[in-house]
């Protein structure tokens, strides 16, 4: 059975994250991932898109499903992105 990370052991393996994506991601997360991805675009006068890239797999097992059901966890699970998965994308 897969073990879902604690918050304490995602910083302490991967950093700080830039934002937690799950199907509750806060407004206030949202907005500070838009100001990044809208400087991409300002910096660059339009010639590039700002994009969040995440290579990651999401594990879900019984226990965890259990779990959300039970109203024991918010969400089924969740995805963390750190400022290095902000990219850019040059229009062409």
Request: proline content about 0%; cysteine-free.
């Given at each position: 059975?897969?073990?879902r990370m604690t918050m304490d052991e995602v910083l302490k393996e991967y950093g700080v994250p830039q934002i937690k994506l799950d199907v509750h991601a806060t407004r206030s997360e949202?907005?500070?991932l838009?100001?990044?991805l809208m400087a991409i675009r300002?910096?660059?006068n339009g010639q590039e898109q700002g994009y969040l890239d995440i290579d990651c797999k999401l594990y879900i097992d019984?226990?965890?499903i259990d779990r959300y059901l039970s109203g024991e966890l918010d969400t089924v699970g969740e995805i963390y992105a750190f400022p290095e998965d902000v990219k850019s994308y040059k229009e062409e």
């Open positions: 059975m897969s073990q949202l907005l500070k838009r100001e990044k300002d910096l660059s019984v226990d965890d």
